[in-house]
T-cell receptor, first 116, second 114 residues
Framework: AQSVTQPDIHITVSEGASLELRCNYS??????LFWYVQSPGQGLQLLLK??????LVQGIKGFEAEFKRSQSSFNLRKPSVHWSDAAEYFC??????????????FGAGTRLAVHP | DTGVSQDPRHKITKRGQNVTFRCDPI?????LYWYRQTLGQGPEFLTY????????KSRLLSDRFSAERPKGSFSTLEIQRTEQGDSAMYLC????????????FGQGTRLTVV
């Protein structure tokens, strides 16, 4: 069965520091991969997605992620964190069916705190 | 279009009562999804529709839960005889349903069962 693991429950960084959030997935074929961000009490906003092609994908708000098939990973990175990036981040894999994916399987999330 | 809309945003109900939530997807989206998110966890898939057809239901969706999308536009999720364990954020999402499109989420309905 497909699954997603986010090993870090909580991360704290200083404003201006670089950031890497880890995500490992379990899936046999090329997965559909996503990173979403959730502010307190809010829905999820898509940061970026990987379906195929270039393994380094760029997203909104200066985020990027790299798909590494050999490591079954899709880590999220940002070179310089801003205080407004404090939120919860979810990695997800699309459970596939013919013609695409039909639902998302989420990791448990990583809560990011940013110190001034 | 303002995105996926959910109503109400918050609902407090007594145990044993029935509740109904509404989701209005992005207008041209033919797929609609319901997820449940409990505190400290990622969202868990409940069910999804392609137009008005409910194509998959999770085992999480007990017989007290029912979802409809009668005209392939808005959807409702009803929980009968609510239990304290039903307290969660209920998220709706919609997508075009094509293979390379993402799902857009609403802001959710937070249910508290007291």
């Amino acid at each position: 069965a497909q699954s997603v693991t986010q090993p870090d429950i909580h991360i704290t960084v200083s404003e201006g520091a670089s950031l890497e959030l880890r995500c490992n997935y379990s899936y046999g074929a090329t997965p559909y991969l996503f990173w979403y961000v959730q502010s307190p009490g809010q829905g999820l906003q898509l940061l970026l997605k990987y379906f195929s092609g270039d393994t380094l994908v760029q997203g909104i708000k200066g985020f990027e992620a790299e798909f590494k098939r050999s490591q079954s990973s899709f880590n999220l990175r940002k070179p310089s964190v801003h205080w407004s990036d404090a939120a919860e981040y979810f990695c997800a894999v699309g459970a596939t069916s013919s013609g695409g994916y039909n639902k998302l399987i989420f990791g448990a999330g990583t809560r990011l705190a940013v110190h001034p | 279009d303002t995105g996926v809309s959910q109503d109400p945003r918050h609902k407090i109900t007594k145990r044993g009562q029935n509740v109904t939530f509404r989701c209005d997807p992005i207008s041209e989206h033919n797929r609609l999804y319901w997820y449940r998110q409990t505190l400290g966890q990622g969202p868990e898939f409940l069910t999804y529709f392609q137009n008005e057809a409910q194509l998959e239901k999770s085992r999480l969706l007990s017989d007290r839960f029912s979802a409809e999308r009668p005209k392939g536009s808005f959807s409702t999720l009803e929980i009968q005889r609510t239990e304290q364990g039903d307290s969660a954020m209920y998220l709706c999402a919609s997508s075009l349903g094509d293979r390379n499109t993402e799902a857009f989420f609403g802001q959710g309905t937070r249910l508290t069962v007291v």
